[in-house]
């Protein structure tokens, strides 16, 4: 039982770890290219009349989730958080490819680098992972009651 609890918590260290950096990234990328980011959530059909704000918001929502991962007392609020996030940003995308035209991506750094179709996949990936630490948090804390 104990090699099974240190399993579980190094992969809901992992998975912390992979939201901090994922989060982190993104807001930071954002931030050293805040013109093209807002400028491009601009472009959308969705956002274009509330770019300034929500190209705020989320950067400083990428960066609380990031900081809540990073304790123990909040991780498991951030871990919902991340998975709340990711779903939201993956229903974005799919309505951008059924109902829109060319949108570019204002994800920042590297994921401007991938496709809707390719970034679909990516989020649905940390959906899933955002889904096994949430799973695992609750089971220990299950355990332990």
Not at 17 to 35: N, Q, R
Not at 63 to 72: D, P
Not at 90 to 106: E, G, H, K, Q
Request: glycine share 8%; with cysteine; hydrophobic share 50%.
């Amino acid at each position: 039982m104990k090699s099974t609890s240190k399993i579980s918590n190094t992969i809901i260290l992992i998975v912390r770890l992979l939201f901090i950096l994922l989060f982190s990234y993104a807001a930071v990328s954002k931030l050293l290219d805040y013109e093209t980011f807002e400028r491009q959530l601009g472009q959308s059909p969705l956002l274009s009349d509330y770019a300034g704000l929500v190209s705020v918001g989320i950067i400083v929502i990428e960066l609380i989730v990031s900081g809540l991962l990073m304790f123990h007392k909040t991780g498991v609020i951030g871990l919902y958080l991340s998975f709340f996030i990711m779903v939201m940003f993956t229903t974005y995308i799919i309505v951008i490819l059924n109902f829109s035209p060319s949108i570019p991506c204002s994800c920042g750094g590297v994921l401007d680098a991938l496709g809707w179709s390719e970034h679909l996949i990516f989020n649905v990936f940390f959906i899933g992972v955002a889904l096994i630490g949430i799973l695992i948090e609750r089971k220990q804390k299950h355990d332990f009651n």
